[in-house]
Nanobody, 129 residues
Framework: VHLQASGGGLVQPGGSLRLSCAAT????????IGWFRQAPGKEREPVSC?????????YYADFVKGRFTISKDNAKNTVYLQMNSLKPENTAVYYC??????????????????????WGPGTLVTVSS
């Protein structure tokens, strides 16, 4: 499954952006999709995920709880990450990733983070005044 992240850009502190993760095939009803970020000089880390099932299960890293919302549109094969109240420390390249049989949990996100393979170019989010 190939995923393409988009929607990044330059935004002022306190602003909002909506990232999109488009899948090349209809997988959103089967696979959990995770969002990750890599800030300059730092390791890549999990941000959020959404379950492939219709249970609506989601996960958020502590540093985004209450500000970011993940959602999906199965008809468009797309997962969204709505980011509000952005801070300069949210500046990073954001990636989306999936693997079969992984659920949407903090532990699974750690596994997904460590799996070898391409991450693609991601989408750059810059929060700056």
């Amino acid at each position: 499954v190939h995923l393409q992240a988009s929607g990044g850009g330059l935004v002022q502190p306190g602003g909002s952006l909506r990232l999109s993760c488009a899948a090349t095939e209809s997988t959103l009803g089967y696979f959990a999709i995770g969002w990750f970020r890599q800030a300059p000089g730092k390791e890549r880390e999990p941000v959020s995920c959404i379950s492939g099932d219709d249970d609506g299960k989601t996960y958020y890293a502590d540093f985004v709880k209450g500000r970011f919302t993940i959602s999906k549109d199965n008809a468009k094969n797309t997962v969204y990450l709505q980011m509000n109240s952005l801070k300069p420390e949210n500046t990073a390249v954001y990636y989306c990733r999936t693997r079969p049989a992984l659920p949407c949990t903090a532990q699974a996100m750690g596994v997904l983070q460590r799996i070898s393979g391409s991450w693609g170019p991601g989408t750059l989010v810059t929060v700056s005044s």
